[in-house]
């Protein structure tokens, strides 16, 4: 019978689904039908497969050929099958030994010469054929995340003549081993803090919100050094670990983001531009592709003059920020990126900027300050753990030298052994915790309950702004090396949920 299958993988968001290809030739006027849910670069395919089969040599069966790409009901993009529905063809004209394919998954586009061009989404599938333990064949380009997933089962081919060579006369292909392996990652490079003049109530509200991952914004005149603060919050963090590596690199992969052994280990930081729309923050759109929060999954999500952002786009980021991923829908399928990042953001006090600077004249009206900050909405504020105020320094502060000796690499320690930590405990970063977690790792006395209690109502805070205030003490009692919480590291949390800026505007 002149029927030949092999398996491919369909990439959706980040996770690959194992996609049959099954060919079969029967008599009758000559055609070529691909079924099986394609869209235009799959049925396109067609033109692509023809004419690399007759380029590398070998012959285009003169016969009708029905292609299936199963399961039917799964959408298939993009040119990733070519290389598979080549395969099959050969295998039913009998120019392949059908033997040969089993247990192999293929994935390339093919150009009309025969060679194999890159395909996206290759971490994923390359996991997924680990699941399976099956072979992968993968096209040369994508080589780097063959290298970095180190799958010993994974092959990387530049033609399909080189892989019929493969897998007829057994000639080895290139495997991870001969590819060039991952290197040491490097440490972000950061101004220390003796660069930021004064500012000690900042400098400690960024090292708490980068030991327990809160979300941190911060409002201050122009010059105050809001983007000197945000760069050390970056450069405090840890290196991801192997399975955060992973996971950034199944994102990046599918984005078509550009994979190296340097950036491996590297905490993935995201600066979009302030006219972003909510779907290029978000993801989504025709093509599905992740938004900047994906792209910003384990890392940081820097959103600088957050007052400018369109509200739309602002309110987008509230679903993921609480569950740390995003569902995306198109016409008939919905698509789950993973979107676990933290919120770092920067506005200042009022259109012309300092509204609250002691030292230059604030030259807008109440009314315009008051349209300005109404653009944070109170959900939004909720989700942000620490809201504080750099103030601008006086020219004493500024001309006066600095004789900080704080060794940042320290404080990169400290913050590192303060995650271990929350990782041991409860299995991730305090700022993750669910609410019934919250009862069992962040225990308060009854004297500290009652403490919450009161501040609870007399800033009006909501349950939620009180949940992350637990977690956030929960932070600095671990940052302080304390097993319990106590007075002191709860007033501290409470401390950074109360701008007094804010609050004599708009609350
Ligand atoms: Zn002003």
Redesign the pocket.
């Known amino acids: 019978m002149s029927l030949a299958t092999i398996n491919s993988r369909a990439l959706l968001g980040v996770d690959t689904i194992e996609v049959t290809v099954e060919t079969h030739l029967s008599n009758g006027l000559p055609g070529f039908a691909i079924v099986g849910l394609p869209e235009t670069a799959v049925k396109e395919s067609k033109e692509r497969v023809r004419s690399a089969i007759i380029n590398s040599g070998l012959d285009f069966p003169s016969r009708r050929i029905t292609v299936n790409l199963a399961p039917a009901d799964l959408p298939k993009a993009g040119g990733r099958y070519d290389l598979a529905i080549a395969l099959s063809i050969l295998a039913a004209s009998g120019q392949l030994d059908k033997d040969s394919l089993g247990e192999i998954e293929v994935l390339g586009e093919l150009a009309l010469d025969g060679s194999v061009r890159e395909v996206h989404g290759a971490v994923s599938a390359i996991i997924g054929a680990k699941a399976k333990n099956n072979k992968i064949i993968l096209p040369l380009a994508n080589s780097n995340e063959l290298a970095l997933v180190a799958y010993s089962k994974g092959y990387c081919v530049k033609s399909l003549l080189q892989l019929i060579d493969h897998l007829t006369n057994k000639t080895s292909l290139i495997n991870y081993q001969n590819l060039p392996r991952r290197q040491k990652p490097m440490l972000c490079s950061v101004h220390g803090f003796s660069e930021v003049r004064g500012q000690a109530g900042a400098k400690r509200a960024v090292q708490i919100a980068a030991a327990g991952r809160h979300n941190l914004l911060m409002i201050g005149p122009p010059g105050s050094g809001k983007t000197l603060l945000a760069n050390i919050l970056i450069g405090l963090l840890p290196n991801l670990n192997e399975a955060e590596a992973l996971e950034v690199a199944m994102v990046k992969s599918a984005a078509k983001l550009q994979l190296n052994g340097a950036n491996w280990q590297q905490r993935p930081i995201r600066t979009p531009h302030h006219s972003a729309t909510a779907v290029s923050l978000v993801g989504g759109g025709s093509k599905a592709n992740p938004g900047e929060i994906s792209l910003a999954h384990c890392g940081v999500l820097f959103l600088d003059e957050l007052t400018q952002f369109k509200p739309s786009a602002l309110d987008a980021l509230r679903e993921p920020l609480e569950s740390g991923e995003i569902t995306v829908s198109r016409a008939n399928y919905r698509i789950k990126y993973p979107a676990n990042f933290q919120l770092l953001a920067a506005m ?8 609250s600077d002691p030292t230059h004249e ?3 009206s109440e009314d ?2 008051t349209r300005y900050l109404g653009k944070l909405s109170g959900p939004l504020l909720d989700r942000l753990d620490l809201i504080i105020e750099v103030p601008s320094l006086s020219q004493a502060e500024l001309l006066q030298h600095s004789n900080e000796t704080t060794d940042w690499a320290d404080i990169r320690n400290k913050i590192e052994q303060c995650r271990e930590l929350q990782t041991q405990r409860n299995g991730k970063l305090n700022s993750e915790l669910k609410i019934g977690e919250i009862e069992q790792y962040c225990q308060l006395s009854t004297s500290l309950r009652k403490l919450l209690a009161n501040t609870m109502d007399k800033l009006s805070m909501s349950a939620r702004a009180t949940h992350r205030v637990i977690k956030m003490a929960r932070t600095i009692a671990d940052f302080e090396n304390s097993a319990q919480i106590r007075k002191r590291d709860i007033l501290e949390a409470i401390s950074y949920r109360r701008c007094q800026f804010l609050k004599s505007v708009i609350r």
């Open positions: 200042n006090p009022c259109p012309c900027g300092y509204a604030c030259r807008c315009k300050v």
